[in-house]
């Protein structure tokens, strides 16, 4: 079994920071991308940022130059760190891996329960 555990949501005042974190566990042979995706209400879910085995990234045109994402492959751990918040990031906030199990020659989508992001004053 594989999981991803989302942890570092919260309310933040416009402008603030968050940093979400996405640690992925069980029985893992490899993780090839990982990334954050969002729903606000009413919304489709949307890509954030991914960042691949090799460090190269991919942002949303809506993200760029506020969003960081890097991971930590030793701990297999992603991290999205969030500045200059505004009231359009509230959404729940998705974590996503490409990991093959040990028990499979396959690599799956896995996806994380989700953390609540509300950017509020």
């Known amino acids: 079994q594989v999981q991803l555990v989302e942890s570092g949501g919260g309310l933040v005042q416009p402008g603030g920071s968050l940093r979400l974190s996405c640690a992925a566990s069980g029985s893992i042979f490899s993780i090839n991308a990982m990334g954050w995706y969002r729903q606000a209400p009413g919304k489709e879910r949307e890509l954030v940022a991914t960042i691949r085995g090799s460090g190269s990234t991919n942002y949303a045109d809506s993200v760029k130059g506020r969003f960081t994402i890097s991971r930590d492959n030793a701990k297999n751990t992603v991290y999205l760190q969030m500045n200059s918040l505004n009231s359009d990031d509230t959404a729940v906030y998705y974590c996503?891996?490409?990991?093959?199990?040990?028990?499979?020659?396959?690599?799956?989508?896995?996806w994380g329960q989700g953390t609540q992001v509300t950017v509020s004053s």
């Open positions: 996503n891996g490409e990991i093959r199990p040990r028990d499979s020659p396959y690599i799956y989508s896995y």
